[in-house]
């Protein structure tokens, strides 16, 4: 997180808008399955953005935030979030169900 002025430029400074080069529906278990998307570099260095919540989802702005030519930018659908399904389930949606669900993007 960047300080006050320097945060408001980031935030100015986006890079161009792009669209994914791959999208898909993950089933993670426990009737949950999680929506994902892949842009930018096939072959850079990825990088997985986590929103924020409760409730929210991925945003196309959040694919501006790195650099597409360097950058794997993969984005996700939390549990019960966005086009993940099924919508606003708290069942089996714990840090510890996210974070396995970032592992399974992973592989």
Same mark, same amino acid.
């Given at each position: 997180?960047?300080?006050?002025?320097?945060?408001?430029?980031?935030?100015?400074?986006?890079?161009?808008?792009?669209?994914?080069?791959?999208?898909?529906?993950?089933?993670?278990?426990?009737?949950?399955?999680? $929506?994902?998307?892949?842009?930018?570099?096939?072959?850079?260095?990825? #990088?997985? +953005?986590?929103?924020? *919540?409760? @409730?929210?989802? /991925?945003?196309?702005? $959040?694919?501006?935030?790195?650099?597409?030519?360097?950058?794997?930018? #993969?984005? +996700?659908?939390?549990? *019960?979030? @966005?086009?993940? /399904?099924?919508?606003?389930?708290?069942?089996?949606?714990?840090?510890?169900?996210?974070?396995?669900?970032?592992?399974?993007?992973?592989?």
């Amino acid at each position: 997180i960047l300080p006050g002025d320097a945060a408001d430029a980031a935030r100015r400074d986006m890079w161009p808008e792009i669209e994914p080069h791959t999208t898909g529906m993950l089933e993670v278990g426990d009737g949950h399955t999680i $929506y994902w998307e892949e842009s930018g570099n096939k072959d850079g260095k990825p #990088v997985i +953005f986590v929103h924020g *919540g409760p @409730g929210g989802g /991925t945003n196309p702005k $959040y694919r501006r935030w790195w650099n597409p030519e360097k950058y794997r930018i #993969v984005l +996700f659908d939390q549990r *019960g979030c @966005g086009k993940s /399904t099924p919508h606003a389930s708290l069942e089996h949606n714990t840090t510890w169900d996210l974070v396995a669900d970032m592992e399974r993007i992973r592989e």
